[in-house]
């Protein structure tokens, strides 16, 4: 880890910096893999379809270039990531590489909900990481989850209140106690899900992974697959075999299929009641002619498109009841 001893507090400046911690090590970090010279990326600045974002050297020093947006060195690079000012830039910085200047810690501002998407474009030899520091449960977190009738004892070992999320190794947010942010974790993988925030999902989870296999009791013949963590935990609060996949477009793949056939007889998919979601439950149904699937959609005149709004707005006896009523 970088460090400073003995400096006395005045005014950080770009060239301070660098003395301390390489510009290819600051574009590394924050874009979260390993790049490569001049090879177009999809810009992490903005919404962007063709990759058009690349690093290039001027002199000695790492540039980055944006062809619809910016070009500019490794500070201003993470001063438009986080939309925030030099200064806040410099400080953010210095918290993340640990190099000690006495300046103002960064995390204050980041608890005003400076975040950015979890960006690992395909092909990355080098995958972005998390890890997180866990708390209990606050009261707001209990208050949430209370909607939807679910006890930390529901929650235990399956859900994690997030104090601290930490990307490859360095302090990426802090969050205050009345901010919800919560992690799923599977393996050494988690999901971040962050209801009130713009970016609700940060995840470093493979497309394929399966959330939920380990809670399985096998009593009933029937599994409901669902593509929503929060679904599965309602549904196995009602006594429901659950797994959830990591999204609607995601067919739990060949080899989970073929070890769950072994232990129940029917499947129910239990996708969301929109057009997206009906769409994936029959191209799931058709993946697997020779299982028995079945599309498990909530009706259309219930005014919500999944399970555990349905609790939300009604209560758990009644969710289970219409359940019971579609299998």
């Known amino acids: 880890m970088y460090s400073i001893n003995n400096i006395k507090p005045r005014k950080v400046t770009k060239k301070e910096i660098l003395k301390y911690v390489r510009s290819e090590d600051i574009f590394r970090y924050y874009l979260g893999f390993n790049y490569e010279i001049n090879k177009l990326y999809l810009s992490p600045l903005r919404e962007d379809h063709n990759p058009s974002f690349n690093l290039f050297y001027h002199g000695d ?186 999204g609607e477009t995601v067919i739990v793949n060949e080899n989970y299929m073929s070890i769950l056939n072994n232990k129940y007889d029917v499947f129910f998919i239990n996708y969301d009641n929109d057009l997206t979601g009906k769409y994936y439950s029959k191209r799931f149904v058709k993946k697997y002619p020779n299982y028995n699937i079945k599309p498990l959609l909530l009706p259309d005149n219930i005014m919500v498109k999944d399970i555990s709004d349905y609790v939300k707005l009604n209560n758990l006896k009644k969710g289970k009841e219409l359940i019971n009523k579609l299998l």
Not at 105 to 130: A, C, L, M, Q, R
Not at 169 to 190: H, Q, T
């Open 61 to 246: 020093e790492l540039f980055y270039k944006d062809f619809g947006h910016s070009t500019g060195d490794c500070i201003m690079f993470v001063s438009n990531l986080y939309n925030i000012s030099y200064f806040d830039t410099i400080k953010l910085i210095n918290d993340n590489f640990s190099l000690g200047f006495p300046i103002p810690s960064y995390n204050k501002i980041i608890s005003k909900n400076k975040v950015i998407k979890n960006y690992i474009p395909s092909g990355s030899d080098i995958d972005t990481y998390f890890q997180i520091k866990a708390r209990k449960f606050t009261k707001k977190d209990l208050s949430y989850w209370s909607n939807y009738e679910l006890e930390p004892s529901d929650l235990k070992g399956k859900v994690y209140s997030v104090s601290k999320l930490y990307k490859n190794g360095y302090l990426f947010k802090s969050y205050k106690d009345d901010e919800l942010a919560f992690a799923y974790v599977k393996d050494n993988r988690i999901k971040i899900y962050q209801p009130e925030s713009r970016y609700k999902f940060l995840s470093t989870l493979k497309a394929d992974d399966i959330m939920g296999l380990d809670c399985l009791s096998f009593k009933d013949n029937f599994l409901i697959i669902t593509s929503s963590d929060k679904d599965r935990l309602v549904l196995n609060k009602m006594g429901f075999d659950a797994i959830n996949t990591n």
